[in-house]
C-alpha cells in the first residue's frame, strides 16, 4: 500500500509517482502489500528536517526513513511484506535541481523517488563502492521506468 500526502502546496502529478513506486517495488520484488509513505513538503519544512536528521540546515531533495529495514528478497525467497518506511520529497527543490540533471520536474522526482526507496532499503552511497551499486541500481530502474512511459 501507497500513501501519499501533499503537504508542499506544489502540484503535483501524484498518479505517476504511485505509479513509479509500484514499478520500482516490483522491480525490486517487494510485497505488493508492503506500506510506504510519500510526504511532499515545502522548502522550510524539508530544510527543518534535513537540520533534525542530517545536521544540514539547507533543504534538501529526497529523505528517507526506514521502518521495519525491509530488503529485496534472494533468488528463490519470498518478497518481504512489511512497513517499508517514509520518503520525504521537496517539490521546490526538485524543480530547482531538475535542469541541472537534464531531467524534467517529473523525472528529476521518479529518480529521486527509487532513490529515497532504494535508501529504505538499506542501500547506502557512503563508500565508493556502495555508491556505485546503489546508484547503478537507481538508473537500471529508471531506465526501465521511463521505457514503460515512452510506450503510452
Same mark, same amino acid.
Given at each position: 500500500?501507497?500513501?501519499?500526502?501533499?503537504?508542499? =502546496?506544489?502540484?503535483?502529478?501524484?498518479?505517476?509517482?504511485?505509479?513509479?513506486?509500484?514499478?520500482?517495488?516490483?522491480?525490486?520484488?517487494?510485497?505488493?502489500?508492503?506500506?510506504?509513505?510519500?510526504?511532499?513538503?515545502?522548502?522550510?519544512?524539508?530544510?527543518?528536517?534535513?537540520?533534525?536528521?542530517?545536521?544540514?540546515?539547507?533543504?534538501?531533495?529526497?529523505?528517507?526513513?526506514?521502518?521495519?529495514?525491509?530488503?529485496?528478497?534472494?533468488?528463490?525467497?519470498?518478497?518481504?511484506?512489511?512497513?517499508?518506511?517514509?520518503?520525504?520529497?521537496?517539490?521546490?527543490?526538485?524543480?530547482?535541481?531538475? =535542469?541541472?540533471?537534464?531531467?524534467?520536474?517529473?523525472?528529476?522526482?521518479?529518480?529521486?523517488?527509487?532513490?529515497?526507496?532504494?535508501?529504505?532499503?538499506?542501500?547506502?552511497?557512503?563508500?565508493?563502492?556502495?555508491?556505485?551499486?546503489?546508484?547503478?541500481?537507481?538508473?537500471?530502474?529508471?531506465?526501465?521506468?521511463?521505457?514503460?512511459?515512452?510506450?503510452?
Amino acid at each position: 500500500m501507497i500513501e501519499i500526502n501533499n503537504e508542499s =502546496g506544489v502540484t503535483v502529478d501524484e498518479e505517476r509517482l504511485q505509479a513509479c513506486a509500484i514499478f520500482a517495488l516490483n522491480v525490486l520484488r517487494i510485497h505488493p502489500q508492503a506500506e510506504l509513505s510519500i510526504l511532499l513538503v515545502d522548502a522550510k519544512t524539508m530544510s527543518a528536517y534535513n537540520k533534525k536528521f542530517m545536521d544540514s540546515a539547507e533543504p534538501t531533495d529526497v529523505l528517507s526513513f526506514p521502518m521495519d529495514e525491509l530488503r529485496p528478497p534472494g533468488h528463490g525467497e519470498e518478497p518481504p511484506l512489511g512497513l517499508l518506511g517514509d520518503i520525504m520529497l521537496c517539490p521546490e527543490v526538485i524543480a530547482a535541481q531538475a =535542469g541541472e540533471n537534464r531531467h524534467t520536474a517529473a523525472g528529476e522526482a521518479d529518480y529521486l523517488l527509487i532513490h529515497g526507496l532504494l535508501h529504505l532499503l538499506g542501500y547506502d552511497h557512503g563508500e565508493p563502492a556502495e555508491k556505485q551499486v546503489m546508484f547503478d541500481l537507481n538508473d537500471k530502474i529508471i531506465a526501465a521506468w521511463e521505457k514503460t512511459r515512452t510506450k503510452k
